[in-house]
Nanobody, 118 residues
Framework: QVQLAESGGGLVQAGASLRLSCLAS???????VGWLRQAPGKEREVVAA????????YIADSVKGRFTLSRDNARNTVYLQMYSLKPEDTAVYYC????????????WGQGTQVTVSS
């Protein structure tokens, strides 16, 4: 089974950049790997996702133009590069996977906190 481990969160000022990493163990060929975030009092949001088999990606409108998603197949790692961070980006960011075609993410990393100060 796939296991996930995020890293790269931290406390930054508005306008700064951060790169989050998600290291996955196991085969991802039939999975979608997503970055989701959860802020206090807000609904969980899918920020970005990649279908491992064909590389197609999704970026949420709320972060489009500021966040990019990339992957390193050899390292089984997915990166979320975040630019021009805003205080409203403050959240716990999770890496998660779901089988292609499934609606819900079923396996989750432990999460990494991103805090953006104004």
């Amino acid at each position: 089974q796939v296991q996930l481990a995020e890293s790269g969160g931290g406390l930054v000022q508005a306008g700064a950049s951060l790169r989050l990493s998600c290291l996955a163990s196991g085969t991802l060929s039939y999975y979608v790997v997503g970055w989701l975030r959860q802020a206090p009092g807000k609904e969980r949001e899918v920020v970005a996702a990649v279908s491992w088999s064909d590389g197609s990606t999704y970026i949420a409108d709320s972060v489009k133009g500021r966040f990019t998603l990339s992957r390193d197949n050899a390292r089984n790692t997915v990166y979320l590069q975040m630019y021009s961070l805003k205080p409203e980006d403050t959240a716990v960011y999770y890496c998660a996977t779901k089988p292609r075609g499934e609606k819900e993410y079923s396996r989750w990393g432990q999460g990494t906190q991103v805090t953006v100060s104004s």
